[in-house]
């Protein structure tokens, strides 16, 4: 069984760029979370679908990060514009519901200029 | 904060012997759970030990939870260098979303 795809795995962009990832979750399953990560530390949530709608976005920059979850299934994590605090790993997970366990990608490392 | 918070920050010890990392919470939780993170698998889950239990065992791994405490210990036995990685305490709340401490980065020296 594949496991959490996200892409792409490494972007480096110049501040004020927009980038955009992408995810898509194990089959099945219905929760998908974004999650951001500097280094030295742990992930931090930024937002949490359940199927198509967003139930958490509370620690979304929402000025500058948006996200969909188009028919439930793929996600796309955006930031416009880049900053160069937003230098970070970002993590895509997917559980079967919001009381399993999660499955993390290899997630993205952005790096902005 | 709702993070849980890890102890030691950093461990180190040979091969073979035990490695004990301990999480303390502050809020009340549903469960808790434990992940690793390396840089060749990622970060994978290994245990989820719910509010109403007290130990539960996976292969070499020995979690407890003392919830009067708000506490929680992962033991890793018999340790092998492919342990050496990064290890998160995560509190389950309500609405199972995952509140990660800093971690313990584990050594483990062959």
């Known amino acids: 069984e594949a496991g959490v795809v996200q892409s792409p795995r490494y972007k480096i962009i110049e501040k004020k760029q927009p980038v955009a990832f992408w995810c898509n979750p194990i089959?099945?399953?219905?929760?998908l979370y974004w999650y951001l990560q500097n280094l030295g530390q742990g992930p931090e949530l930024l937002i949490r679908?359940?199927?198509?709608?967003?139930?958490?976005d509370s620690q979304l920059p929402k000025d500058r990060f948006s996200a969909e979850r188009l028919k439930g299934v793929d996600s796309t994590l955006k930031i416009q514009p880049a900053e160069l605090g937003d230098s970070a790993v970002y993590l895509c997970?997917?559980?079967?519901?919001?009381?399993?366990?999660?499955?993390f990608g290899p997630g993205t490392r952005l790096t902005v200029l | 904060s709702q993070q849980g918070e890890e102890d030691p920050q950093a461990l180190s010890i040979q091969e073979g012997e035990n490695a004990t990392m301990n999480c303390s919470y502050k809020t009340s939780i549903n469960n808790l759970q434990w992940y690793r993170q390396n840089s060749g698998r990622g970060l994978v889950h290994l245990i989820l030990i719910r509010s109403n239990e007290r130990e539960k065992h996976s292969g070499r791994l020995r979690v407890t939870l003392d919830t009067s405490k708000k506490s929680s210990s992962l033991l890793i036995t018999a340790s092998r260098a492919a342990d050496t990685a990064s290890y998160f305490c995560v509190q389950g709340s309500g609405a199972n979303n995952l509140f990660f401490g800093t971690g313990t980065r584990l050594t483990v020296i062959p």
């Open positions: 679908y359940e199927n198509e709608e967003a139930v958490d």
């Open positions: 089959s099945g399953h219905n929760t």
């Open positions: 997970a997917s559980s079967l519901t919001s009381s399993n366990e999660q499955f």
